[in-house]
Protein backbone atom coordinates (compact mmCIF):
# COMPACT_ATOMS: atom_id res chain seq x y z
CA UNK A 1 0.00 0.00 0.00
CA UNK A 2 1.11 3.53 -0.68
CA UNK A 3 2.09 5.46 1.78
CA UNK A 4 3.71 8.26 0.79
CA UNK A 5 4.34 11.75 -0.98
CA UNK A 6 5.13 14.36 -3.43
CA UNK A 7 8.02 17.43 -3.73
CA UNK A 8 16.19 25.07 -5.66
CA UNK A 9 17.51 26.45 -8.84
CA UNK A 10 20.61 27.72 -9.55
CA UNK A 11 21.41 29.37 -13.00
CA UNK A 12 25.35 30.22 -14.22
CA UNK A 13 26.22 32.20 -16.74
CA UNK A 14 30.07 32.07 -18.13
CA UNK A 15 32.71 34.57 -16.85
CA UNK A 16 33.91 36.35 -19.96
CA UNK A 17 34.35 39.79 -21.10
CA UNK A 18 30.95 40.51 -22.69
CA UNK A 19 29.96 44.30 -23.68
CA UNK A 20 28.03 46.26 -20.94
CA UNK A 21 24.61 46.84 -22.70
CA UNK A 22 25.15 42.57 -22.93
CA UNK A 23 25.56 42.23 -19.13
CA UNK A 24 22.70 43.94 -18.71
CA UNK A 25 20.67 42.19 -20.42
CA UNK A 26 21.57 38.86 -19.14
CA UNK A 27 21.18 39.63 -15.79
CA UNK A 28 17.74 40.64 -16.72
CA UNK A 29 16.92 37.89 -17.82
CA UNK A 30 18.39 35.71 -15.18
CA UNK A 31 16.10 37.30 -13.03
CA UNK A 32 13.72 36.93 -14.85
CA UNK A 33 13.88 33.16 -14.63
CA UNK A 34 15.09 33.36 -11.29
CA UNK A 35 11.81 35.26 -10.04
CA UNK A 36 9.79 32.64 -12.36
CA UNK A 37 11.22 29.66 -11.30
CA UNK A 38 10.59 31.52 -7.53
CA UNK A 39 6.81 31.94 -7.95
CA UNK A 40 6.59 28.31 -9.44
CA UNK A 41 8.44 26.75 -6.86
CA UNK A 42 6.18 28.25 -4.33
CA UNK A 43 3.40 26.99 -6.30
CA UNK A 44 4.61 23.67 -6.05
CA UNK A 45 5.16 23.32 -2.66
CA UNK A 46 1.70 24.75 -2.21
CA UNK A 47 0.57 21.59 -3.91
CA UNK A 48 2.56 19.29 -1.36
CA UNK A 49 1.02 21.24 1.64
CA UNK A 50 -2.83 20.41 -0.01
CA UNK A 51 -1.52 17.04 -0.68
CA UNK A 52 -0.90 16.82 3.44
CA UNK A 53 -4.33 18.82 4.21
CA UNK A 54 -6.22 16.27 1.58
CA UNK A 55 -4.09 13.14 3.17
CA UNK A 56 -5.23 13.97 6.85
CA UNK A 57 -8.70 14.28 6.36
CA UNK A 58 -9.01 11.34 4.20
CA UNK A 59 -9.97 13.31 0.94
CA UNK A 60 -9.04 10.31 -1.77
CA UNK A 61 -10.44 12.65 -4.39
CA UNK A 62 -8.63 15.93 -3.67
CA UNK A 63 -5.55 14.21 -3.90
CA UNK A 64 -6.10 12.22 -6.74
CA UNK A 65 -7.16 16.12 -8.24
CA UNK A 66 -3.40 16.81 -7.95
CA UNK A 67 -2.16 14.46 -10.36
CA UNK A 68 -2.81 14.98 -14.56
CA UNK A 69 -5.87 13.63 -15.86
CA UNK A 70 -3.85 10.38 -16.68
CA UNK A 71 -1.05 10.89 -14.54
CA UNK A 72 0.81 7.58 -12.49
CA UNK A 73 1.95 6.69 -9.46
CA UNK A 74 4.69 3.78 -8.88
CA UNK A 75 4.49 2.79 -4.90
CA UNK A 76 7.21 1.12 -3.20
CA UNK A 77 6.41 -2.00 -4.03
CA UNK A 78 6.18 -1.53 -7.56
CA UNK A 79 2.53 -1.67 -8.37
CA UNK A 80 2.04 1.00 -10.85
CA UNK A 81 -0.93 3.35 -10.64
CA UNK A 82 -2.29 5.02 -13.94
CA UNK A 83 -4.88 7.19 -14.13
CA UNK A 84 -7.01 9.81 -11.39
CA UNK A 85 -9.63 7.07 -10.74
CA UNK A 86 -7.25 4.00 -10.10
CA UNK A 87 -5.06 6.74 -7.62
CA UNK A 88 -8.37 8.07 -5.77
CA UNK A 89 -9.35 4.09 -5.55
CA UNK A 90 -5.75 3.14 -3.77
CA UNK A 91 -6.29 6.27 -1.48
CA UNK A 92 -9.74 5.48 -0.46
CA UNK A 93 -8.51 1.80 0.30
CA UNK A 94 -5.73 2.93 2.42
CA UNK A 95 -8.22 5.84 4.43
CA UNK A 96 -10.27 2.84 5.37
CA UNK A 97 -7.61 0.35 6.46
CA UNK A 98 -5.42 3.28 8.35
CA UNK A 99 -8.18 5.69 9.53
CA UNK A 100 -6.95 8.81 11.22
CA UNK A 101 -3.89 8.49 9.51
CA UNK A 102 -1.67 11.76 9.03
CA UNK A 103 0.89 12.78 6.55
CA UNK A 104 4.18 15.14 6.67
CA UNK A 105 5.88 15.89 4.02
CA UNK A 106 9.41 17.17 3.59
CA UNK A 107 10.78 18.60 0.26
CA UNK A 108 14.44 18.05 -0.36
CA UNK A 109 14.89 19.89 -3.78
CA UNK A 110 13.07 21.25 -6.96
CA UNK A 111 14.72 21.65 -9.84
CA UNK A 112 13.12 23.08 -13.33
CA UNK A 113 14.74 20.89 -16.25
CA UNK A 114 12.19 22.58 -18.37
CA UNK A 115 10.25 25.56 -18.39
CA UNK A 116 7.14 23.74 -18.29
CA UNK A 117 8.77 20.65 -16.16
CA UNK A 118 9.62 20.16 -12.34
CA UNK A 119 11.17 17.48 -10.71
CA UNK A 120 10.28 17.31 -6.80
CA UNK A 121 12.45 15.38 -4.46
CA UNK A 122 11.91 14.54 -0.82
CA UNK A 123 10.67 12.68 2.06
CA UNK A 124 7.27 11.78 3.10
CA UNK A 125 5.93 10.12 6.23
CA UNK A 126 2.55 8.56 6.80
CA UNK A 127 1.80 8.31 11.11
CA UNK A 128 -0.68 6.14 12.13
CA UNK A 129 -3.19 7.01 14.89
CA UNK A 130 -3.07 3.52 16.12
CA UNK A 131 0.49 3.63 17.01
CA UNK A 132 2.12 1.63 14.44
CA UNK A 133 5.79 3.08 14.22
CA UNK A 134 6.38 5.80 11.29
CA UNK A 135 6.21 4.72 7.15
CA UNK A 136 8.52 6.59 5.11
CA UNK A 137 8.85 6.58 1.94
CA UNK A 138 11.62 8.80 -0.50
CA UNK A 139 9.78 10.29 -3.53
CA UNK A 140 10.25 11.78 -6.71
CA UNK A 141 7.72 13.54 -7.99
CA UNK A 142 7.21 15.17 -11.73
CA UNK A 143 4.89 18.13 -12.09
CA UNK A 144 3.65 19.78 -15.59
CA UNK A 145 2.27 22.85 -16.07
CA UNK A 146 -0.96 22.41 -17.43
CA UNK A 147 -3.68 25.23 -18.26
CA UNK A 148 -1.61 27.67 -15.74
CA UNK A 149 -1.60 25.26 -12.68
CA UNK A 150 1.21 22.78 -11.74
CA UNK A 151 -0.04 19.36 -11.52
CA UNK A 152 1.60 15.51 -10.83
CA UNK A 153 2.44 13.43 -13.49
CA UNK A 154 4.36 10.92 -12.30
CA UNK A 155 5.34 9.99 -8.90
CA UNK A 156 7.64 7.34 -8.10
CA UNK A 157 8.45 6.07 -4.19
CA UNK A 158 10.83 3.48 -2.43
CA UNK A 159 11.16 2.67 1.05
CA UNK A 160 13.43 4.74 3.52
CA UNK A 161 14.27 3.98 7.19
CA UNK A 162 13.46 6.47 9.87
CA UNK A 163 15.51 6.17 13.22
CA UNK A 164 13.39 5.82 15.68
CA UNK A 165 13.24 5.38 19.24
CA UNK A 166 9.41 4.55 18.88
CA UNK A 167 10.11 0.78 19.40
CA UNK A 168 11.48 1.55 23.11
CA UNK A 169 8.85 3.25 23.88
CA UNK A 170 6.18 1.41 22.24
CA UNK A 171 4.70 -0.12 25.28
CA UNK A 172 4.09 3.28 26.68
CA UNK A 173 1.52 4.17 23.43
CA UNK A 174 -1.49 3.41 25.00
CA UNK A 175 -0.72 6.73 27.66
CA UNK A 176 -1.32 8.44 24.72
CA UNK A 177 -4.31 10.80 24.88
CA UNK A 178 -5.66 13.68 27.85
CA UNK A 179 -6.45 12.14 30.90
CA UNK A 180 -7.84 14.29 34.15
CA UNK A 181 -8.73 13.58 37.85
CA UNK A 182 -10.87 15.84 40.02
CA UNK A 183 -10.11 15.33 43.99
CA UNK A 184 -10.94 18.33 47.07
CA UNK A 185 -11.98 20.65 44.57
CA UNK A 186 -8.90 20.46 42.65
CA UNK A 187 -8.95 19.51 38.48
CA UNK A 188 -5.72 18.12 37.19
CA UNK A 189 -5.14 17.60 33.39
CA UNK A 190 -2.62 15.81 31.79
CA UNK A 191 -2.52 15.77 28.03
CA UNK A 192 0.34 12.94 26.23
CA UNK A 193 1.42 13.11 22.64
CA UNK A 194 4.41 12.05 20.74
CA UNK A 195 7.15 14.33 19.50
CA UNK A 196 10.27 14.19 17.79
CA UNK A 197 9.65 11.02 15.32
CA UNK A 198 7.95 9.15 17.94
CA UNK A 199 11.66 8.93 20.03
CA UNK A 200 9.92 10.58 22.81
CA UNK A 201 6.81 11.12 24.41
CA UNK A 202 6.16 14.99 26.13
CA UNK A 203 3.42 14.74 28.98
CA UNK A 204 1.62 18.54 29.69
CA UNK A 205 -0.16 19.10 33.02
CA UNK A 206 -1.69 21.67 34.78
CA UNK A 207 -3.60 21.79 38.12
CA UNK A 208 -7.15 24.23 38.22
CA UNK A 209 -8.70 25.33 41.62
CA UNK A 210 -11.05 27.29 42.03
CA UNK A 211 -11.14 28.05 37.74
CA UNK A 212 -7.93 28.94 38.45
CA UNK A 213 -4.43 27.71 37.48
CA UNK A 214 -2.15 27.08 40.03
CA UNK A 215 0.60 24.97 38.46
CA UNK A 216 1.82 23.54 35.99
CA UNK A 217 4.71 21.63 34.00
CA UNK A 218 6.16 19.80 31.09
CA UNK A 219 7.93 15.97 31.04
CA UNK A 220 9.41 14.57 28.31
CA UNK A 221 9.97 10.93 28.53
CA UNK A 222 12.81 8.81 26.41
CA UNK A 223 15.21 6.04 26.16
CA UNK A 224 18.69 6.78 28.16
CA UNK A 225 20.93 4.47 26.47
CA UNK A 226 23.41 5.02 28.73
CA UNK A 227 20.85 3.95 31.29
CA UNK A 228 19.53 1.15 29.28
CA UNK A 229 16.46 2.13 30.73
CA UNK A 230 13.36 4.38 30.37
CA UNK A 231 14.09 7.96 31.68
CA UNK A 232 12.03 11.23 31.78
CA UNK A 233 13.05 14.66 32.58
CA UNK A 234 10.33 17.20 34.50
CA UNK A 235 10.17 21.02 34.56
CA UNK A 236 6.97 22.71 36.45
CA UNK A 237 5.49 25.92 36.32
CA UNK A 238 7.48 27.17 40.11
CA UNK A 239 11.16 26.62 38.56
CA UNK A 240 11.72 23.10 39.76
CA UNK A 241 13.10 20.85 37.64
CA UNK A 242 14.30 16.90 37.90
CA UNK A 243 14.82 13.34 36.46
CA UNK A 244 13.21 9.97 36.84
CA UNK A 245 14.21 6.52 35.93
CA UNK A 246 11.74 3.82 34.75
CA UNK A 247 11.48 0.55 35.40
CA UNK A 248 8.77 -1.76 34.71
CA UNK A 249 6.94 -3.42 37.54
CA UNK A 250 4.32 -6.00 37.52
CA UNK A 251 1.53 -3.64 38.49
CA UNK A 252 2.92 -0.93 35.59
CA UNK A 253 5.82 1.27 36.29
CA UNK A 254 7.82 2.33 39.07
CA UNK A 255 9.58 5.57 38.79
CA UNK A 256 12.86 6.72 40.83
CA UNK A 257 12.56 10.58 40.79
CA UNK A 258 15.32 13.04 41.88
CA UNK A 259 15.16 16.92 41.13
CA UNK A 260 15.87 20.85 42.67
CA UNK A 261 13.16 23.32 43.78
CA UNK A 262 13.67 26.80 42.49
CA UNK A 263 15.67 27.59 45.88
CA UNK A 264 18.38 24.43 45.48
CA UNK A 265 16.73 21.85 47.54
CA UNK A 266 16.90 18.81 46.84
CA UNK A 267 14.03 16.59 46.35
CA UNK A 268 13.38 12.40 46.05
CA UNK A 269 10.31 9.59 45.69
CA UNK A 270 9.13 6.61 44.57
CA UNK A 271 6.64 7.64 42.16
CA UNK A 272 4.24 4.17 40.65
CA UNK A 273 1.99 4.28 37.54
CA UNK A 274 -0.27 1.61 38.35
CA UNK A 275 -2.30 -0.35 35.39
CA UNK A 276 -5.33 -2.23 35.47
CA UNK A 277 -4.52 -4.87 33.33
CA UNK A 278 -6.15 -4.81 29.72
CA UNK A 279 -7.53 -1.36 30.55
CA UNK A 280 -6.37 1.58 28.60
CA UNK A 281 -8.81 4.14 29.90
CA UNK A 282 -7.80 4.65 33.68
CA UNK A 283 -5.04 4.30 35.40
CA UNK A 284 -3.27 5.56 39.00
CA UNK A 285 -0.58 7.15 40.78
CA UNK A 286 0.93 7.40 43.84
CA UNK A 287 4.28 8.71 45.29
CA UNK A 288 6.01 6.95 48.63
CA UNK A 289 9.21 7.80 50.28
CA UNK A 290 9.13 11.59 49.43
CA UNK A 291 11.89 14.41 50.87
CA UNK A 292 12.50 17.48 50.51
CA UNK A 293 15.94 18.62 51.42
CA UNK A 294 16.07 16.81 55.47
CA UNK A 295 12.13 16.62 55.48
CA UNK A 296 10.24 13.52 54.93
CA UNK A 297 7.14 14.30 53.47
CA UNK A 298 4.16 12.09 53.96
CA UNK A 299 2.98 9.44 51.21
CA UNK A 300 0.41 10.39 48.40
CA UNK A 301 -2.63 8.21 48.29
CA UNK A 302 -3.22 6.76 44.95
CA UNK A 303 -5.22 9.12 42.48
CA UNK A 304 -6.73 7.72 39.47
CA UNK A 305 -7.19 9.30 36.05
CA UNK A 306 -9.49 8.95 33.48
CA UNK A 307 -8.83 9.15 29.69
CA UNK A 308 -10.92 11.67 28.10
CA UNK A 309 -12.70 11.34 25.22
CA UNK A 310 -11.69 12.32 21.70
CA UNK A 311 -12.97 15.26 20.03
CA UNK A 312 -14.13 14.97 17.05
CA UNK A 313 -13.49 16.82 14.15
CA UNK A 314 -16.23 19.04 12.45
Known amino acids: MSNAFSRPVTIRLPLVAVPAVLVFALSAQAAEKNTANASDETAIRGTADAFSKAFDRADAKALAALWT???????????????????EDQYATLF???????????????????PSVAVEDGLARA????????????????????????????????????????GRLQQLQWLVGNWETKSE???VHTCIRWIANRSFLQREYSVRQNGLTTSSGVQIIGWDPQADRVRSWSF???GGHG????????????????GVLADGTPTSSQDFLVRVPKEDNVFGWRSVQRKIG??????????VLDRLPEKKQK
Do not use: C
Open 96 to 114: KEHPGAKMEIMIQSIEFPA
Open 69 to 87: ENGSLADDRGQVLKGRQAI
Open 243 to 258: TSLWTPAAEGWRIESR
Open 127 to 166: VDKNGASPAASRYTAVHVLHDGKWLMASVRESNSEISSNY
Open 185 to 187: GAT
Open 294 to 303: NTTLPDLREV
Open 236 to 238: DSL
